[in-house]
């Protein structure tokens, strides 16, 4: 691998759909932020023209987020395109071709898993991987047996270093911020242990349903989709201990640390849901047993956390849309007895919609004198979380070649190790309303000690009504 930016962007599946979604207004923003300004080739088998996929990526940039003229302009200027089967070594020939003199290309492959294997082999026997990178989209394999064959064949072609895994939760600043928040406050690490931490809850919520996603989410299901990669990537960053310095790989290692030290997931600590009418979505099997909710406890048995349940809950058609931590602390002796309802101190660190950390507390109410009342002092509130795009971020870090922010191999292969026989137990499958949060049977399998922490989002305020300040 060249510690050389990368000096063209290669993307495959360029026709797509998270071509369309995501990948088109990531690259105007890059452009607009001087991220990028390397050719840029799409590559898809569709019978296009570098005309045509310039006309998808302003009908995308107009769809998501809005059209920036100057940006865009310059982004078509640096856009090529690649027409043709990937099993055919004469496409590779010609994106060789097209790659010119480029040394240090980057390949995205936003393509399903099936076809990563072919794409690479294709790419190592043209030539075109040569000083170059490799950047792959989730899901990485469907369990640990696949992760594994699909990093064999990654590894056939690039090195480890050049390979970078995306998980877009990874690219989200209030994602990265858990980390920072921990370690440059000297007063949160005395108390963020199994001494004064009572348990930590992860909830993503989703107030929507699979959105014409039916067919991939069936053979996918939340484990799958969310908790053993977004989720899992939140749990490390709240339990790792300090790196031994701010380098990728000392990051990373403290990340795989957290994962090694979970044991897999039983499956009586698991509760699976899915929300009625799921089994009538296009693409979905009358009878799919699939989850669209998931909640589940598992354990870290490190030093610093043996013995604290961690709470991991995701899920579709809940009633709102969030992803918030909770970390409740335990209990002070009693002393206030007439204190009315005793509260644990609690962390609550919202990713989305908005970004907030707050710490809960007990307080004296006023005018009540001896009752006490649960009150939020607010360290930060941003009241959205869009300052760059997730993907925006990432792609940029991946042509700068800083794979921090990337699944290392190690890490997913731990990840697919904890949730493996949960996924193959094929536990019971408890229908849920949709709107409300999960099935009732998640109370009496998979209950917190103080109930589960429903995350709760205003409602957006109607045009042209005032909000207060910082509010
Ligand atoms: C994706 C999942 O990885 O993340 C989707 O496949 C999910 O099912 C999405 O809706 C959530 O991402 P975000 O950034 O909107 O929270």
Redesign the pocket.
């Known amino acids: 691998m060249s510690d050389s930016h990368s000096d063209s962007l290669v993307f495959f599946g360029a026709t797509g759909d998270l071509a369309y979604k995501m990948i088109f207004p990531a690259l105007q923003a890059m452009v607009k932020n001087g991220h990028l300004d390397t050719p840029v080739i799409g590559v898809a088998n569709a019978g296009w023209s570098v005309e045509k996929l310039r006309e998808r990526a302003r009908d995308s940039v107009e769809k998501n987020g809005g059209l920036d003229q100057a940006a865009f302009e310059k982004l078509s200027g640096l856009m090529r395109y690649v027409d043709g089967d990937y099993k055919d070594p004469a496409t590779f020939q010609t994106l060789r071709k097209e790659l010119g003199s480029a040394q240090w290309p980057a390949h995205y492959l936003a393509i399903p898993p099936v076809l990563f294997g072919l794409v690479v082999e294709q790419l190592g026997k043209s030539g075109c991987a040569a000083g170059g990178r490799v950047v792959v989209e989730?899901?990485f394999g469907r369990d640990l047996e696949s992760a594994r064959n699909l990093n064999r064949i990654l590894l056939a072609t690039f090195p480890e270093p050049s390979i970078f895994r995306i998980?877009?939760?990874l690219g989200?600043l209030p994602v990265k911020n858990l980390v920072y928040f921990r370690f440059a406050n000297s007063f949160i690490d005395p108390f963020w242990n199994r001494n004064s931490v009572e348990s930590v809850q992860i909830t993503?919520a989703?107030n929507?349903g699979?959105?014409g996603?039916g067919a991939?989410?069936d053979q996918?299901g939340?484990i799958r989709?969310?908790v053993q990669?977004?989720l899992f990537q939140i749990l490390a960053n709240l339990a790792m201990e300090p790196p031994a310095r701010n380098d990728s790989e000392s990051v990373r290692n403290e990340k795989v640390k957290v994962l090694q030290a979970i044991p897999p997931v039983d499956a009586k600590n698991v509760c699976r849901g899915q929300f009625r009418g799921y089994r009538s979505e296009k693409g979905v099997g009358q009878d799919s047993k699939v989850e669209t909710f998931a909640a589940l406890r598992l354990e870290i048995n490190s030093w610093r956390w043996q013995g604290v349940p961690f709470y991991l809950r995701a899920g579709?058609c809940l009633p709102v849309?969030s992803?918030e931590v909770l970390v409740r602390f335990r209990r002070p002796p009693e002393i206030f007895s007439s204190a009315g309802e005793a509260f644990s101190n609690y962390m609550r660190l919202r990713?989305?919609p908005d970004v907030v950390d707050a710490l809960g507390m007990m307080v004296l109410a006023p005018r009540r004198e001896t009752m006490g009342e649960l009150t939020e002092l607010v360290a930060s509130h941003h009241p959205s979380a869009d300052e760059m795009d997730?993907y925006e971020r990432l792609l940029a870090d991946a042509m700068a070649g800083d794979p921090t922010e990337f699944a290392r191999e190690d890490y997913v292969e731990e990840a697919w190790r904890i949730v493996d026989p949960i996924l193959k137990a094929g536990t019971e499958i408890y229908e849920y309303e949709p709107g409300t949060w999960g099935p009732d049977e998640v109370d009496r399998r998979v209950l917190p000690a103080g109930g589960w922490h429903n995350p709760v989002v205003a409602p957006a305020a109607p045009e042209g009504v005032l909000q207060p300040a910082g509010g």
């Open positions: 989730k899901p998980d877009h939760y989200k993503m989703e929507f699979v959105q996603r991939f989410y996918t939340a989709d969310v990669n977004h579709k849309t992803t990713i989305s997730a």
